[in-house]
């Protein structure tokens, strides 16, 4: 089991930033990459980046591509989405997850946070 805690989400002004945060707790040796996603009301859930646990392997949807950086930090066990120039479109909940492989699709990721909220002002 891998327990996900998120945090970093709130309310910022569209050309801004803001870095979620994604701590991880239980058997973090079975965790090889950590997921985003996110989710605005009324849509369905869309792949958003990921990277590898361990690696600098990392792959982003094209809609933030560029503007969005996923990493991790084996030492804190925490995993981070660095989101710049965001705007209005970027509002949705965000989640984190850890899987067993490096694929945009939900059916390889077991472990999913609790979501944290991100809205942008325009």
């Known amino acids: 089991q891998v327990q996900l805690v998120e945090s970093g989400g709130g309310l910022v002004q569209a050309g801004g930033s803001l870095k979620l945060s994604c701590a991880a707790s239980?058997?973090?040796?079975?965790?090889?990459?950590l997921a985003w996603f996110r989710q605005a009301p009324g849509k369905e859930r869309e792949f958003v980046a990921l990277?590898?646990?361990?690696?600098?392997?990392?792959y982003y949807a094209e809609s933030v591509r560029g503007r969005f950086t996923a990493s991790a930090d084996n030492v804190k066990n925490t995993g981070y989405l660095q989101m710049n120039s965001l705007a209005p479109d970027d509002t949705a909940v965000y989640y984190c997850?850890?899987?067993?492989?490096?694929?945009?699709?939900?059916?390889?990721?077991?472990?999913w946070g609790q979501g944290t909220q991100v809205t942008v002002s325009s």
């Open positions: 997850a850890t899987g067993r492989a490096l694929l945009p699709s939900r059916d390889y990721y077991d472990y």
């Open positions: 239980g058997n973090i040796f079975s965790i090889y990459s």
């Open positions: 990277t590898a646990w361990s690696g600098d392997d990392t």
